[in-house]
């Protein structure tokens, strides 16, 4: 096994080693969108699968009193209880380090004396690859959550797709949770026929496409989702969505007027909302949809009418209706980095299982733009 962390350092310009230590090293910084302990509901302690028993609301049971008997004439028929289950996937990572692939390199410095040199425990090294390593296994953890997918088509491009099993977009669409459909709800963009802004990853977006894509997500959205406290609700979208909206928020102070968003915004926090009910920039799905775009493009984001990728979109949902069974309450904490003797290797072992699964249709809407 290769190990985790490579040596590019020659590679880089920086063969010459004048034995100064380098007492820092800069971390590439790794943006997860996504708190997943906020945004979602999380089903601990599942080891095979979490039974989820679903009961719908009950109306119209109120009557005129017909007198003595046991109903009256118009009672309803009632209502069904159903049920879904979470399915996890057992999810390990294994990873191993030998201390001479950076024997040459001012690295070296912070190593152990002597014998224990090749046991990296506790030193700078390893404490960079305990934070890699974490970093990696949370920004897995979301973009398996909504692109994870078991199809062989999908494994040939990243294996690392069905390590938790298939994720929100496929069961999204499987289940026809959209308009009753199989994808997002179009809208059309402002750009005019044959715009490529929409069916390529990451392009810029004009403000009022953020404004049109956010307003029919929200005005189109069930009336059980309507209903749902602002609180309890997010707006997942694609990052060019969540910028030209914030872009939308800025012309608005810039002319001097308030709406309902924008004082988060200027404040300079972290969070933007749209009515109340807060964006998340989903930067894991622009890796996926870069990684599918050609090959095996979500069924969810190809656009009905066209059959287009279409790469804008977002994701209007209870937080409540978006499931995660998993039997650790921190996954990205459960992990462990050991030395060996024997070997001279250091180990990174972290295991978990993990799965994924959405509610009631009634409480979930999505749209995406096309030209």
Known sequence: MANVAIDGIAAGGGATYNGTYASKILLEPMFHSDDIMRNYTIYPNVKYKQNIVMAPSLSSITAVNDGCGTTNTCDPAGFTVIQKQIMVENVSVKQVQCWTEFKDQIIVESYRNGVNMPDLTGTQLAQVIIDRVRGGIQSDMVRNMWAGDTAAAVVAIDCTYDSMGDGLWKKLSAGSAINSGTQLREVTGTLGAAATEYVTVGATLPAADAV?????????????????PASEKRIFCTPNIYNAWYSAL?????????????????????????????????YEWDVALTALAGVTFPAL???????????????????????????????????????DEVSDNMYIRAGFTMGFEYGWNSLVNGVCLVD
Do not use: W
């Not at 012309?251 to 001097?256: F, K, T």
């Open 212 to 228: 049109l894509a956010l307003e029919a997500v929200f005005n189109t959205a069930p009336s059980a989702l309507q209903q749902t």
């Open 301 to 339: 984001f190809t656009a009905a009418t066209a059959a287009i990728d279409a790469t804008a979109g977002c994701i209007y949902v209870a937080k409540e209706n978006l499931l995660i069974g998993t039997d650790v309450s921190a996954p990205s904490n459960e992990m462990k980095m050991f030395y």
């Open 250 to 282: 800025t012309q608005v102070a810039s002319a001097g007027s308030v709406d309902y968003g924008h004082s988060e915004a200027q404040s300079g926090k972290a969070r933007l909302y749209f009515r109340g009910v807060e964006l998340v920039p989903m």
